[in-house]
C-alpha cells in the first residue's frame, strides 16, 4: 500500500505553535514549530519556519513516512532543528530558554510516542 498524500493529513504546527522552538533577541528572532499526525500504518510530519525579523513563515520539511521509521525518526526531529536553531543564535541559549528547549523536547518525543504507538482503526 502506498503512503497517503501528505495533504490528506491534519497537520498544522504554525495554527497551534504547541511544539517549538526559537528565540527573540534585538538583532532578529527566529522559530521552527513541528506537527505529526497517523494514518494507519503512516506518519506525516512537518516543521513550519518563521522569522518575523526576516520576513518568511515556510514549510522547512515535510514527509510521509512508515510508522516504523518515525518511530526511529521523529523523536530526534526537535533536538535536529534545535541545533539549526542554535546555528542562527549569535548567543548562548539562556537558562530559561534552555530549560524551556528540554520541556518542549520532552513533549514532542511524547507526542511522537503518542501517534506512533496509538491503535490501528480497525475499519
Same mark, same amino acid.
Given at each position: 500500500? %502506498?503512503?497517503?498524500?501528505?495533504? %490528506? $493529513?491534519?497537520?498544522? +504546527?504554525?495554527?497551534?505553535?504547541?511544539?517549538?522552538?526559537? $528565540?527573540?533577541?534585538?538583532?532578529?528572532?527566529?522559530?521552527?514549530?513541528?506537527? =505529526?499526525?497517523?494514518?494507519?500504518?503512516?506518519?506525516?510530519?512537518?516543521?513550519?519556519?518563521? %522569522?518575523? %525579523?526576516?520576513? $518568511? =513563515?515556510?514549510? +522547512? #520539511?515535510?514527509?510521509?513516512?512508515?510508522?516504523?521509521?518515525?518511530?526511529?525518526?521523529?523523536?530526534?526531529?526537535?533536538?535536529?532543528?534545535?541545533?539549526?536553531?542554535?546555528?542562527?543564535?549569535?548567543?548562548?541559549?539562556? #537558562? #530559561? #530558554?534552555?530549560?524551556?528547549?528540554?520541556? &518542549?523536547?520532552?513533549?514532542?518525543?511524547?507526542? &511522537?510516542?503518542?501517534?506512533?504507538?496509538? +491503535?490501528?482503526?480497525? =475499519?
Amino acid at each position: 500500500m %502506498s503512503a497517503p498524500a501528505l495533504e %490528506s $493529513f491534519k497537520l498544522d +504546527a504554525f495554527g497551534h505553535l504547541t511544539w517549538g522552538l526559537g $528565540f527573540e533577541r534585538e538583532d532578529g528572532d527566529w522559530s521552527a514549530w513541528l506537527d =505529526c499526525d497517523r494514518q494507519g500504518d503512516w506518519v506525516a510530519y512537518h516543521v513550519v519556519v518563521d %522569522s518575523d %525579523s526576516g520576513g $518568511f =513563515c515556510m514549510t +522547512a #520539511e515535510a514527509d510521509v513516512i512508515h510508522v516504523d521509521q518515525a518511530r526511529k525518526d521523529l523523536p530526534g526531529l526537535y533536538d535536529t532543528w534545535t541545533d539549526v536553531a542554535s546555528e542562527h543564535l549569535d548567543a548562548a541559549w539562556t #537558562e #530559561e #530558554e534552555a530549560a524551556e528547549l528540554l520541556k &518542549v523536547g520532552e513533549a514532542w518525543k511524547a507526542r &511522537v510516542a503518542e501517534v506512533t504507538e496509538q +491503535a490501528l482503526d480497525p =475499519c
